[in-house]
């Protein structure tokens, strides 16, 4: 029986690789360099699956290539703002994510930029790199305390409540919350978190403000100049869902001017291009969009991919269908 077709378009862990080969005619990208628009349509026409990953913007006019021999996308990450999914479903297309197994991980890195910006961690080993440390004084790169104070989540999924659990049980952190849709009276209780009537209520109560909503156009900038305002001068903005989520501009202004008092990214617009007043900062935390890069996480990821697609060429309903 002839195995189907399957196109990688970046280097995933060495595990799934393995396991991709065994079970399929797979094409892997051995070298890890993002494939282009023309490469990107045809995998589609040769290829009974596309395996992308979050970079990997797969517009209309890739979906709308002549020709397709793809039925199934199965994107590598939690988020598929990357896919245009108006269009996949037009053209027919399935189209499925990893949920659930990056929870723990991009919760770990939410706190990890909480505490980092709080304690005014980059700029300090910063200072010991550079050999400017002139040692311990009373007075020397005061930061602000993490444990007994306000956390506000902005969205309230897996992820946010994992960084609940961890703000709440570990820090002793009082926990705000918006979400259109929220879980239920029981996870809200077990967590002691108070729903707020509105983002705004919340931005003006929280000393921590964590993004964890959806990135695409109902969220663009929903972070913005008028809303950063809002927030306490010694609050501080932790950003692991999506760039687009903040006004980039409107953020530099803000900790340039003294509107908060830092801030901690793993995430940002148009990355990996990042806006170079970020650089000039000192009161911002940096990372290149680690939330779920551990070993044990990326792996997970990848399997879950491979347990879509296989229950799809079996004709059965993959259990991360998005469209």
Request: aromatic share 4%.
């Amino acid at each position: 029986m002839t195995k189907p077709k399957v196109i990688v378009t970046r280097k995933w862990p060495a595990p799934v690789e393995a396991r991709l080969q065994d079970l399929y005619d797979v094409q892997l990208n051995e070298a890890d360099v993002p494939m282009t628009v023309d490469a990107l349509k045809a995998a589609l026409q040769t290829a009974d699956a596309l395996l992308p990953t979050v970079t990997d913007a797969i517009t209309a006019d890739i979906l709308g290539v002549t020709n397709k021999r793809a039925k199934i996308i199965g994107n590598f990450g939690v988020g598929y703002n990357n896919i245009d999914i108006d269009a996949a479903k037009r053209e027919g297309l399935v189209v499925t994510n990893t949920p659930h197994v990056l929870t723990d991980c991009t919760a770990d890195i939410a706190m990890l930029l909480l505490l980092m910006t709080a304690r005014r961690a980059s700029e300090g080993d910063r200072l010991v790199r550079n050999q400017q440390w002139t040692g311990w004084r009373p007075t020397h790169m005061l930061g602000r305390k993490v444990t007994g104070k306000t956390l506000g989540l902005i969205g309230f999924g897996r992820i946010a409540q994992a960084v609940a659990r961890k703000a709440h049980h570990g820090f002793g952190m009082k926990i705000l919350f918006t979400d259109p849709y929220p879980p239920s009276q029981e996870i809200i209780d077990g967590l002691q978190a108070t729903l707020c009537a509105t983002l705004e209520e919340l931005l003006t109560e929280a000393n921590f403000v964590s993004l964890h909503c959806p990135g695409g156009d109902a969220t663009k900038h929903l972070i913005n100049e008028q809303r950063l305002k809002l927030m306490r001068p010694s609050a501080h903005l932790i950003n692991t869902a999506r760039g687009d989520v903040v006004d980039s501009k409107a953020l530099i202004r803000a900790l340039k001017e003294g509107w908060i008092a830092g801030a901690g990214l793993d995430v940002y617009e148009g990355e990996p291009n990042i806006d170079p007043g970020f650089l000039e900062l000192d009161n911002v935390a940096l990372l290149p969009h680690l939330g779920s890069a551990t070993e044990e996480t990326r792996v997970a990821m990848g399997n879950r991919v491979l347990d879509n697609i296989a229950a799809f060429f079996v004709g059965h309903e993959p259990g991360d269908r998005v469209a």
